[in-house]
């Protein structure tokens, strides 16, 4: 549930030195790393979205009170799976740590007779135009002895916090408008507005020597500061300093989660991105179990689905794979924000409103309950009766009433969400026998085909949400079969993603700083894979399987594995959106990759000469013959090796000429072995991937 890291105000995260951009280079807000505090609960790695959180904001300080807000250098960072720290340039040597529902700090003072720990409860949001998030109602108590609590309410949730300093002898005091409320224990405000607003919070005082440290405990809740307390007690105890042992804690889970991946052989660089795409693809959603601030009974709560876009095509499919209890609570989740607000999110933060992003896509959620459905795994199951009620009403919501009525509706790419979650909710349906629902759904679910031109064999003439018709155009949807046919077949379908990829095309120049309106208009009208940089083009890539071309799909991956990832700045080609990119990076380094909603897998040359998943099943193994290692350059220096291409596979011994395995044979653990080679070969080229009406027409 919590997260907390140095706040400098930047873009998109509230860390760093940018600000807000979506088109070429970013501009710089600040010339250095710096922070004017440590702040809770940051988003990871989204954009164009103008404040995230960063509430209650901690700042060790050896000032007067009146400096604080302004930012100090930071030096010496540290970052690791849930630890970060930092040196300020005042000499206070910062630690965090965090729990499920607590977060610990420890400062390292230099000698001084007035240290202080300042909590500000009116921070939130960015440093940026109108990305400020101003509480409309707040709660602040010194209860004495070091401890101290308060209640925020931010965007329609009350966010409450429980604290405890590690010197209680030292004094604290309220604070409003950065002055000091001597004697005062309470502060209550019933509203607050931008211009009304003015800081306030609480502060511990005292003298420290050189090198003392100081601890602050924090424990989370959205449902009041009584539970709050209960949190930080059930985490941190409550004997005084907990950093080490919660942080240990943490670690452990870290470990065991990250464990559940293992690879062997590529470059080190390699490796390092693999682990660290393997982390941040686990770093979302945030799960707040018994916290709901929006119904009052138990159970799990799901926030910072950000957005179903971002994450339903590849990151849920590797939660559901890695730890399938979370996948399940994620799900009960969206069924019950269904039924408290009326719709299956799109995206979900910890704030009132659940469709504020239907402007990406429609009907996303029924993908995720088709995968998990159809796998009938222990413990994934739920109430699926109840979840085809809320599948079925959901498709007929906002775009969907259009889809209803006409069989489109722009933008034209909500026409093929729309279709595919009827295809999804149609196999659900079906499995639990409601036969005629199930035609109705499949019916409509052709309807596929009224967003294309077949004159073109692309996406017809409409707006897109962060892409264009070509982009949109090689979407792997459940009649691929169709599609492709639809499009003048295969040589057709390939030449028109040949040309999406550059087969054969000058090289383009990226755009830099402050781009011009000419210039970005030239690179659109390309109609250009712009890389892995929107979700758009995952899946992309795949969509030569479906037309017997997998040696493309092996130069495509192997080319954004090599080219567009790396371990130092830029080292990824775009947001990584909650851990969808790097999820992606993930499955493509491991061969494989996630048909999400349709229970598949489609098979590439992987990055690593092995790879295994830990899954419900026990095992699941990706091993290669022929894998070349990396060569090593005149510098002694590994570099990657050029593209490889499957010669053969087999799939538990039996040989396996097609290019796909269902997810339930990756699932229940198995041994997948390909043999490579330098050169494309008929291997996949005759055998395709199943498509919805290739499966009728048996």
């Given at each position: 549930?919590?997260?907390?890291?140095?706040?400098?105000?930047?873009?998109?995260?509230g860390?760093?030195?940018?600000?807000?951009?979506?088109?070429?280079?970013?501009?710089?807000?600040?010339?250095?790393?710096?922070?004017?505090?440590?702040?809770?609960?940051?988003?990871?790695?989204t954009?164009?979205?103008?404040?995230?959180?960063?509430?209650?904001?901690?700042?060790?300080?050896?000032?007067?009170?009146?400096?604080?807000?302004?930012?100090?250098?930071?030096?010496?960072?540290?970052?690791?799976?849930?630890?970060?720290?930092?040196?300020?340039?005042?000499?206070?040597?910062?630690?965090?740590?965090?729990?499920?529902?607590?977060a610990?700090?420890?400062?390292?003072?230099?000698?001084?007779?007035?240290a202080?720990?300042?909590?500000?409860?009116?921070?939130?949001?960015?440093?940026?135009?109108?990305?400020?998030?101003?509480?409309?109602?707040?709660?602040?108590?010194?209860?004495?002895?070091?401890?101290?609590?308060?209640?925020?309410?931010?965007?329609?949730?009350?966010?409450?916090?429980?604290?405890?300093?590690?010197?209680?002898?030292?004094?604290?005091?309220?604070?409003?408008?950065?002055?000091?409320?001597?004697?005062?224990?309470r502060l209550?405000?019933?509203?607050?507005?931008?211009?009304?607003?003015?800081?306030?919070?609480?502060?511990?005082?005292?003298?420290?020597?050189?090198?003392?440290?100081v601890?602050?405990?924090?424990?989370?809740?959205?449902?009041?500061?009584?539970?709050?307390?209960?949190?930080?007690?059930?985490?941190?105890?409550?004997?005084?300093?907990?950093?080490?042992?919660?942080?240990?804690?943490?670690?452990?889970?870290?470990?065991?989660?990250?464990?559940?991946?293992?690879?062997?052989?590529?470059?080190?660089?390699?490796?390092?991105?693999?682990?660290?795409?393997?982390?941040?693809?686990?770093?979302?959603?945030?799960?707040?179990?018994?916290?709901?601030?929006?119904?009052?009974?138990?159970?799990?709560?799901?926030?910072?689905?950000?957005?179903?876009?971002?994450?339903?095509?590849?990151?849920?499919?590797?939660?559901?794979a890695?730890?399938?209890?979370?996948a399940?609570?994620?799900?009960?989740?969206?069924i019950?924000?269904?039924?408290?607000?009326?719709?299956?999110?799109?995206?979900?933060?910890?704030?009132?409103?659940?469709?504020?992003?239907?402007?990406?896509?429609s009907?996303?959620?029924?993908?995720?309950?088709?995968?998990?459905?159809?796998?009938?795994?222990?413990?994934?199951?739920?109430?699926?009766?109840?979840?085809?009620?809320?599948?079925?009403?959901?498709?007929?919501?906002?775009?969907?009433?259009?889809?209803?009525?006409?069989?489109?509706?722009?933008?034209?790419?909500?026409?093929?969400?729309?279709?595919?979650?009827?295809?999804?909710?149609?196999?659900?349906?079906?499995a639990?026998?409601?036969?005629?629902?199930?035609?109705?759904?499949?019916?409509?679910?052709?309807q596929?085909?009224?967003?294309?031109?077949?004159?073109?064999?692309?996406?017809?003439?409409?707006?897109?949400?962060e892409?264009?018709?070509?982009?949109?155009?090689?979407?792997?949807?459940?009649d691929?079969?169709?599609?492709?046919?639809?499009?003048?077949?295969?040589?057709?379908?390939?030449?028109?993603?040949?040309?999406?990829?550059?087969?054969?095309a000058?090289?383009?120049v990226?755009?830099?700083?402050?781009?011009?309106?000419?210039?970005?208009?030239a690179?659109?009208?390309?109609?250009?894979?712009?890389?892995?940089?929107?979700?758009?083009?995952?899946?992309?890539?795949?969509?030569?399987?479906?037309?017997?071309?997998?040696?493309?799909?092996?130069?495509?991956?192997?080319?954004?594995?090599?080219?567009?990832?790396?371990?130092?700045?830029?080292?990824?080609?775009?947001?990584?959106?909650?851990?969808?990119?790097?999820?992606?990076?993930?499955?493509?380094?491991?061969?494989?990759?996630?048909?999400?909603?349709?229970?598949?897998?489609?098979i590439?040359?992987?990055?690593?000469?092995?790879?295994?998943?830990?899954?419900?099943?026990?095992?699941?193994?990706?091993?290669?013959?022929?894998?070349?290692?990396?060569?090593?350059?005149?510098?002694?220096?590994?570099?990657?090796?050029?593209?490889?291409?499957?010669?053969?596979?087999?799939?538990?011994?039996?040989?396996?000429?097609?290019?796909?395995?269902?997810?339930?044979?990756?699932?229940?653990?198995?041994?997948?072995?390909?043999?490579?080679?330098?050169?494309?070969?008929?291997?996949?080229?005759?055998?395709?991937?199943?498509?919805?009406?290739?499966?009728?027409?048996?």
């Amino acid at each position: 549930m919590v997260s907390a890291c140095a706040y400098s105000g930047a873009y998109p995260t509230g860390y760093g030195r940018y600000g807000k951009n979506t088109e070429g280079v970013p501009e710089e807000m600040f010339d250095r790393l710096q922070a004017s505090g440590f702040t809770h609960f940051q988003q990871s790695g989204t954009g164009a979205i103008r404040k995230y959180y960063n509430y209650i904001r901690v700042t060790p300080m050896v000032q007067q009170l009146d400096v604080l807000g302004e930012s100090w250098p930071l030096r010496d960072e540290v970052a690791q799976p849930g630890y970060y720290a930092a040196t300020l340039d005042t000499g206070v040597r910062c630690e965090i740590t965090v729990g499920e529902k607590v977060a610990v700090h420890r400062y390292t003072f230099p000698e001084h007779s007035n240290a202080r720990v300042v909590i500000d409860l009116s921070c939130g949001g960015l440093g940026i135009e109108l990305g400020r998030t101003v509480p409309l109602r707040a709660h602040a108590e010194s209860l004495g002895g070091g401890r101290a609590q308060g209640t925020v309410v931010m965007e329609g949730v009350p966010l409450s916090v429980a604290m405890e300093l590690s010197s209680p002898k030292w004094r604290q005091m309220l604070w409003y408008d950065r002055r000091l409320i001597d004697g005062g224990t309470r502060l209550d405000f019933d509203s607050i507005r931008h211009t009304t607003l003015r800081p306030f919070g609480m502060l511990f005082i005292g003298p420290t020597s050189a090198g003392q440290t100081v601890e602050i405990r924090l424990g989370f809740s959205l449902r009041g500061c009584e539970q709050a307390r209960r949190n930080l007690e059930d985490e941190c105890g409550t004997n005084g300093h907990a950093f080490d042992t919660v942080r240990s804690a943490t670690r452990a889970r870290w470990r065991e989660h990250l464990g559940r991946v293992q690879v062997d052989g590529g470059t080190p660089a390699r490796r390092t991105v693999f682990a660290t795409a393997l982390y941040h693809s686990l770093i979302k959603p945030c799960f707040a179990d018994d916290e709901s601030p929006f119904w009052p009974n138990s159970g799990p709560f799901a926030f910072d689905v950000c957005t179903m876009w971002d994450i339903y095509k590849t990151q849920l499919p590797l939660l559901t794979a890695l730890a399938p209890d979370r996948a399940r609570d994620l799900l009960e989740s969206l069924i019950r924000v269904c039924e408290e607000e009326g719709n299956f999110p799109i995206g979900y933060r910890m704030a009132r409103g659940a469709d504020r992003f239907f402007r990406q896509a429609s009907a996303l959620a029924h993908t995720v309950l088709a995968d998990v459905h159809g796998l009938a795994l222990p413990g994934l199951d739920l109430d699926w009766n109840w979840a085809l009620v809320h599948m079925v009403d959901d498709l007929r919501r906002m775009y969907g009433e259009d889809f209803w009525e006409h069989g489109v509706v722009h933008p034209i790419s909500h026409t093929l969400d729309l279709a595919y979650a009827h295809y999804c909710t149609a196999q659900v349906a079906r499995a639990l026998n409601d036969v005629h629902l199930a035609d109705d759904l499949e019916r409509r679910s052709r309807q596929w085909t009224n967003a294309f031109d077949p004159g073109t064999g692309l996406l017809r003439d409409s707006e897109f949400y962060e892409g264009g018709k070509w982009n949109y155009s090689f979407r792997l949807l459940h009649d691929m079969a169709g599609r492709i046919a639809l499009g003048g077949g295969d040589d057709a379908f390939v030449a028109n993603l040949d040309r999406f990829f550059g087969y054969g095309a000058d090289p383009v120049v990226q755009p830099g700083r402050r781009p011009q309106p000419p210039e970005m208009a030239a690179g659109y009208a390309l109609q250009r894979f712009e890389g892995l940089n929107n979700e758009p083009d995952m899946e992309a890539p795949w969509a030569y399987h479906y037309a017997g071309r997998p040696d493309r799909t092996a130069e495509i991956v192997h080319s954004a594995l090599t080219w567009q990832f790396g371990t130092g700045p830029g080292g990824l080609p775009g947001n990584d959106d909650s851990g969808g990119l790097s999820s992606w990076y993930v499955w493509a380094s491991l061969g494989l990759f996630p048909v999400a909603g349709q229970n598949l897998f489609l098979i590439n040359a992987p990055a690593f000469a092995r790879g295994s998943l830990k899954v419900s099943g026990g095992e699941f193994v990706v091993e290669t013959s022929g894998h070349r290692g990396a060569p090593i350059g005149a510098d002694g220096v590994e570099f990657d090796p050029p593209a490889q291409y499957v010669q053969s596979a087999t799939l538990n011994g039996e040989p396996l000429d097609a290019t796909h395995i269902s997810a339930a044979d990756v699932h229940r653990g198995g041994r997948l072995h390909l043999q490579l080679g330098p050169e494309p070969s008929a291997w996949g080229r005759r055998v395709r991937p199943p498509s919805a009406s290739m499966l009728e027409s048996r």
